[in-house]
């Protein structure tokens, strides 16, 4: 099992070196190349969730243990629980996605490197997203939370649209920012504890960390993660690194990287410095509220006619609402509410990937996101005029307006239920305005996003819409990559949604442990 | 046997789920298979629900379950809790959604959407049948929210029109409003019982386990509220009008709007517990009959009128609850279901064959009752039960509602106040008056033209005193022998469903019958409220006739118009698929007679424009969000941007500082290097001492 996770990590860093060599994979090859070591990644994730023992979920298995600097104790400290192994997987499936998107639909032209570089920095990318959620060492943790940041900025500044240059730098430089607050967190804890290995903090709950380090640890870990997060006032890089970036980037960065924010709260904070998190979590669970207010309010202004609002930057915003419920549920500190974190995690991932890809394709047949210029007077009429692409539109609407039976309603529930009976020394009250408050952002999360349905997928087909006649006026519908990458991402929300438990029944006893309520 | 009926009870949400699934699936690429993938499993569904009501017999009930999910708290059950009402009522859900189906496959016919719609009202009916028979709370909201989902896109099936946008997106955002405090009000009550499963729930309202009554109530109530459009929240029903006519049907009589009504009867114990709740729910029941009863009278639209009744019955079913017995809502829930369905079915003939939705139009159009005969017929049934006159269903369920109000107001009934009580009677007693005189003004005003011919014979006519004139245009035969009668697809369900409309009210008069399932309440009306009603509900019928008798002589005499002509009429052609309009009809100019105007008056504008709710919601919601939006725009422009802006402007100072420094000058350098060192052999100095 061990060798497994272990060839997860280093199967796309060898196939990362080896796009390096320009005669062995030039061209479309390139790109063939990176579908089959993706797909051999998720292959290998799904081999690792069958080896997995899920009767002691919250255990660490596949563990792989190895002294690294021994000058400073740092170790090679590789695992997954009930926690981190659907992350690993909706990872390794999200990064198959996308390279099997990119197969047919990778933006080519003057400025913009070849495939060969794109399929390098996606499997590094990779690399690093799926260490993060399998190393148990804090210094690899942040090795592996910086290695990703190098790809992202490639990838949105070489292969961006508009303004690409301006959001990448701006992407990197604030969560280089967070990082380095990250890192003085992670040295501050392991010197007072005398180790930086994650399972052994855990176990201890925090005791030897005395009261005050743990609050300037969980202050300065806390905004680290919280910019990636993004949490409200935070955020304000996510918005512009999304409109920027290509399809493939927005999809992973959503669905992956915003994750790697609450995880570390999940792994890290919460059972390593938990009276920190407890006197923070007032703050954090307001900061989470706003934010879902906050979010839902942009998207709404955004929606509006006339406001020159585009699709792209709405779904942006609409993902500073959702990680607002992940936070509360972070905040609340109770089984229920993590529970909910980590699956509205692996919600968001599902859905929010999915509507990624669908307004990337709106883009490509429109040649642009501007909601006022998609949709005209009536609306873009997509449920007439590309039947497929309108309906599955519709439904990402829908599963990420939280309806139930789909991936995106227990999550959200599971915070609320979690703020309902927030942890014991937490003021109930405090979380019950909170639960009222994301409750109101429900509505106006359902508001937005059937505006959006309303003016993208209704209207009159009869109306002209300003953008597609500029384009021939023909609209292709879901074509058969499209149709390959998303169709997953479907099956997957509806089978999340009817059958709760196959994300549940892994987290909720890692959870309670990481907790330390059994 | 346990087993058996447990796996029945499973295939029941199950199949019409499977079928939804595969139409939408299937849909495009083989149509062909869309007809019987929404009839069949929709059949066999209705039959297994049969089945299982027989199996379970009165009295009987069918309890099971398996965990679903773990919380990490309070888990969540996948489970069954079937007892009589149960029973029926998904038996009710089946046959209306059947007879839905036929329908729908041939008025939809030449509908390029079909498949994808009658998935959908699949997978509505699918979770209605969920609400249903669901054991835990969690899973119930799941059915419930899906239900609202399925109404948003039937309603919004035509989404051609502006209508049908604004409609659709209303109907799921009021009904979401209400879903929210719903959603709290279910974590309460599964704090307080320790679980969400309804058995335990009620074991431990039973107890006296739950110690917030009063809060849980009202916060389910607003759920209620939205679901079953009771007042405030109501305003989203008569709009869902833009949707295709067997989807209201679908609405109306069996699913969404039955699951507020349902919901509360499940849970009627907890209900018990709070005076206050049941005050509250008197006065939401009392407020919403009479208003929708007034709105009704003045819709020009034959849907809307329609709507508002179903607003105003359900109003008596929640007064029926408020006045703490679910027997004889459930009672009134049932018979409403079938006339209701009847009534929506059989104006959808109409509708197909006017080509129009307004009543006025259709009373300017001869020959209306001849070319659709079933459709005619079967609505006058619904609308003698609509009005509750003996011996139709309506009559009697109504009527059971008013003796269970009389009951609580002289305090017969525990626990409920006695003021809730004399709420209920007096204000269903005044709904019968209107009720009666709206449905009456719909079926004179639309089957009862006064065309020409019908005027030059009108005044011998009506000097001897009879039924509005019989003899109908000569060329209207013409015009139905022209226009083929409706396919039996629409017409067979029509009659099926009559059968129930006339004879189901029978079913309460005996113990061992309708209550037998229930809570074993007698159905059968007392005398004092039975000759009440059906007086008050005579008096509208004939109030309104007499109104009636004069808008027309006014008409004939003042044929410019003293009768009021409504300013928007409408005509949501889109809805009648095929064919030309009907040649506009012979009088097109002259406004058609209608008694509202005069038994309305003044009231006659603010009713037919809903009393103003919607601009209320206008103010109170709708603005101060969209102003919040707005805040929201500019903070993330000006302030969030402005602090990203200022952090950068700090290093790009440093580095303009430290540019000055660099400017290549060697004496600078030399002077800077000097005043340096100075400072370090001052500073050595200093800390030497």
Not at chain 1, 164 to 184: H, N, V
Not at chain 1, 237 to 266: C, E, I, N, Q, R
Not at chain 1, 406 to 430: I, Q, V
Not at chain 1, 507 to 515: E, F, I
Request: charged share 10%; glycine share 10%; hydrophobic share 55%.
């Amino acid at each position: 099992m061990n060798a497994v996770l272990i060839a997860l990590l280093a199967l796309p860093l060898a196939g990362a070196l080896a796009t390096l060599s320009p005669r062995l994979l030039d061209g479309d090859r390139a790109l063939r190349f990176g579908v089959a070591v993706t797909g051999a990644e998720l292959a290998l994730a799904i081999a690792l969730a069958a080896g997995f023992d899920y009767h002691h979920a919250a255990r660490m298995q596949a563990v792989t243990d190895a002294d690294w600097i021994p000058a400073i104790g740092v170790r090679f400290h590789l695992g997954t629980d009930g926690v981190s192994l659907p992350l690993l997987v909706l990872t390794a499936l999200l990064t198959f996605l996308c390279a099997l998107y990119s197969l047919r639909n990778l933006p080519a032209g003057p400025g913009r490197p070849g495939p060969r570089a794109f399929t390098g920095l996606l499997l590094l990318l990779e690399c690093g997203m799926l260490a993060t959620f399998a190393t148990l060492d804090l210094l690899l943790f942040f090795v592996a939370f910086e290695v990703v940041l190098v790809p992202m900025y490639f990838l949105i500044a070489r292969w961006g649209g508009e303004n690409r240059g301006r959001a990448a730098f701006r992407f990197i430089l604030y969560t280089m920012l967070g990082s380095a607050l990250m890192l003085l967190g992670f040295l501050l804890i392991g010197l007072h504890a005398g180790t930086f290995d994650i399972t052994t903090l855990a176990a201890r709950h925090g005791a030897g960390i005395p009261h005050t380090t743990q609050v300037l640890a969980v202050l300065s870990i806390g905004l680290g993660l919280a910019v990636k997060a993004p949490m409200f006032p935070l955020h304000s890089w996510l918005p512009d690194a999304h409109t920027a970036a290509p399809t493939v980037g927005s999809v992973l960065l959503a669905g992956v990287l915003l994750k790697m924010g609450t995880y570390g709260f999940v792994r890290i904070l919460l059972p390593a410095a938990p009276d920190g998190m407890a006197a923070f979590a007032p703050y954090l669970g307001a900061f989470a509220v706003a934010g879902i207010l906050y979010g839902s309010l942009a998207c709404l202004a955004l929606a509006r006619r006339g406001a020159g609002g585009d699709l792209k930057r709405l779904i942006a915003f609409s993902s500073v609402g959702h990680m607002g419920f992940v936070l509360l549920g972070i905040a609340t500190l109770s089984p229920t509410g993590v529970n909910g974190a980590l699956y509205a995690n692996i919600g968001h991932g599902l859905i929010t990937g999915l509507l990624f890809f669908l307004v990337g394709a709106v883009k490509d047949r429109y040649g642009s996101s501007d909601l006022d210029r998609l949709a005209g007077r009536t609306g873009a009429a997509l449920y007439g005029r590309a039947p497929r692409l309108g309906a599955l539109l519709g439904f990402g609407a829908v599963a990420s307006l939280g309806l139930p039976g789909l991936a995106g309603f227990w999550g959200e529930l599971l915070a609320m239920l979690g703020s309902f009976h927030p942890a014991a020394g937490l003021s109930r009250s405090t979380f019950l305005v909170f639960m009222v408050l994301a409750g109101l952002g429900t509505v106006l999360t359902a508001a937005y996003l059937l505006t959006v349905v309303r003016r993208v997928c209704m209207g009159d087909p009869a109306e002209p819409a300003p953008a597609l006649a500029e384009r021939g006026g023909v609209l292709a519908d879901v074509r058969g990559y499209e149709f390959a990458s998303w169709t997953p991402l479907v099956v997957l929300t509806v089978l999340a949604g009817l059958w709760p438990a196959a994300i549940l029944g892994l987290s909720n006893p890692a959870v309670k442990a990481l907790l330390g309520a059994g | 046997m346990n087993a058996m009926s447990a796996t029945l009870a499973v295939l029941v949400p199950l199949l019409p789920f499977l079928a939804s699934a595969g139409g939408l699936l299937t849909g495009r690429s083989a149509p062909a298979l869309a007809r019987p993938l929404a009839v069949l499993p929709t059949l066999a569904s209705a039959a297994l629900a049969i089945a299982l009501a027989v199996r379970l017999g009165p009295g009987g009930t069918l309890d099971g379950g398996t965990r679903l999910t773990p919380t990490g708290s309070v888990p969540i059950e996948l489970s069954l809790h079937v007892d009589g009402f149960a029973a029926l009522i998904a038996v009710l859900v089946g046959v209306v959604a059947c007879c839905v189906q036929v329908y729908s496959t041939s008025y939809l016919r030449e509908d390029p959407r079909y498949a994808s719609y009658a998935a959908l009202v699949s997978l509505f009916t699918a979770a209605m049948l969920l609400v249903v028979y669901s054991g835990d709370l969690i899973v119930l909201l799941v059915g419930w929210e899906v239900m609202g989902i399925c109404s948003y896109f039937l309603v919004g099936h035509h989404w051609e029109t502006e209508d049908a946008r604004a409609a659709s997106i209303k109907a799921f955002l009021v009904t979401k409003l209400g879903d929210v405090p719903f959603l709290f009000g279910l974590f309460l009550l599964g704090a307080d019982a320790g679980s969400f499963r309804i058995t335990d729930v009620l074991h431990a309202a039973a107890d006296g386990r739950l110690h917030h009554p009063t809060l849980i109530a009202l916060l389910l109530l607003c759920g209620v509220a939205g679901k079953s459009a009771q007042f405030p929240l109501h305003t989203w029903l008569p709009d869902a009008m833009a949707g295709p006519t067997p989807v209201s049907a679908l609405i109306h009589a069996a699913t969404m709007v039955a699951a507020g009504i349902y919901l509360v009867a499940r849970l009627l114990p907890v209900f018990l517990l709070s005076g206050a709740a049941l005050v509250v729910l008197a006065v939401m029941a009392a407020v919403t009959m009479v208003g929708s009863a007034v709105c009704a009278l003045a819709q020009d639209d034959i849907k809307r009128v329609l709507a508002y009744s179903t607003v105003g019955q359900l109003g008596y079913m929640a007064g029926a609850l408020a006045a703490g017995n679910r027997d004889a809502a459930v009672f009134h829930l049932i018979t409403h279901g079938a006339f209701k369905a009847l009534l929506f079915l059989s104006a959808g003939v109409v509708i197909h064959a006017a080509h129009t939705n307004s009543i006025t139009a259709m009373a300017r159009m001869p020959g209306l009752r001849t070319k659709v005969p079933d459709a005619f017929w079967t609505m006058t049934l619904g609308l003698l039960a609509l009005a509750g006159i003996p011996p139709f269903s309506g009559f009697f369920s109504k009527e059971s509602v008013l003796t269970a109000a009389e009951h609580a107001a002289t305090g017969e009934t525990h626990g409920v106040p006695e003021f809730a009580g004399w709420l209920v009677l007096v204000a269903g007693l005044v709904t019968a008056l209107l009720t009666a005189a709206y449905a009456t003004r719909l079926w004179l005003v639309a089957f009862w033209p006064r065309t020409a011919a019908d005027r030059a014979a009108a005044d011998p006519a009506e000097e001897t005193g009879g039924a509005p004139a019989r003899e109908a245009d000569p060329h209207a035969h013409a015009h139905a022998d022209a226009h083929p009668a409706e396919p039996a697809a629409m017409r067979r369900p029509l009659w099926l469903l009559a059968i129930p409309t006339i004879a189901l009210g029978v079913t309460g008069l005996r113990a061992d019958w309708l209550p037998a399932w229930f809570d074993g309440v007698s159905l059968r009306p007392s005398w004092t409220t039975a000759v009440l009603g059906t007086c008050v509900a005579l008096l509208g019928a004939a109030g309104c006739w007499l109104a009636w008798r004069r808008a027309v002589a006014g008409a004939v005499q003042a044929p410019a118009g003293t009768a009021a002509l409504p300013d928007e009429t409408p005509a949501d052609l889109a809805i009648a698929p095929g064919g030309p309009a009907l040649p506009e009809t012979e009088l097109p100019g002259l406004p058609a007679p209608d008694p509202a105007p005069l038994l309305l008056g003044p009231l006659l504008a603010p009713a037919a424009r809903g009393l103003g709710v919607d601009r209320l919601y206008d103010r109170c919601v709708v603005r101060p969000v969209t102003a919040a939006a707005s805040l929201v725009r500019f903070l993330d422009r000006e302030v969030v941007e402005g602090y990203v802006q200022g952090a950068g402007w700090l290093p790009r100072a440093l580095g303009w500082l430290t540019r000055r420094a660099q400017n290549g000058n060697p004496q600078s350098y030399v002077s800077a290097l000097l005043a340096g060192s100075v400072l370090v052999v001052l500073l050595v100095a200093v800390i030497a001492r």
